[in-house]
């Protein structure tokens, strides 16, 4: 897997890692559809996708993830990432 994350510096370099890549991204979903008709992206647009920045709160939510001794809001981080140390 290849990552693009700014097109503007070496995109000569970019078309060919994307050439060899079996996949390659970008930063975000939005970033991928505004350098998709890039010549250097274009001809290998079948295996290229861009991937949303960040995790998913609705997942991942320390108030109540399953995998944690100390449940934690924004109002008690400290002690409860101390604690689920």
Same mark, same amino acid.
């Given at each position: 897997?290849?990552?693009? @994350?700014?097109? /503007?510096?070496? %995109? !000569?370099?970019?078309? /060919? !890692? %994307?050439? $060899? %890549?079996? &996949?390659?991204?970008?930063?975000?979903?939005?970033? !991928?559809? /505004?350098?998709?008709? $890039?010549? !250097?992206?274009?001809? @290998?647009?079948? &295996?290229?996708?861009?991937?949303?920045?960040?995790?998913?709160?609705?997942?991942?939510?320390?108030?109540?993830?399953?995998?944690?001794?100390? @449940?934690?809001?924004?109002?008690? %981080?400290?002690?409860? &990432?101390?604690?689920?140390?």
């Amino acid at each position: 897997v290849f990552t693009i @994350h700014n097109l /503007e510096f070496g %995109a !000569a370099q970019i078309g /060919e !890692a %994307a050439m $060899h %890549a079996q &996949k390659f991204t970008t930063v975000s979903p939005s970033y !991928a559809y /505004e350098v998709g008709d $890039h010549p !250097a992206v274009n001809p @290998h647009i079948g &295996k290229f996708s861009g991937i949303i920045n960040g995790i998913d709160t609705d997942i991942w939510d320390p108030m109540d993830d399953q995998f944690l001794p100390m @449940h934690f809001s924004s109002e008690n %981080a400290v002690e409860g &990432k101390g604690r689920n140390w």
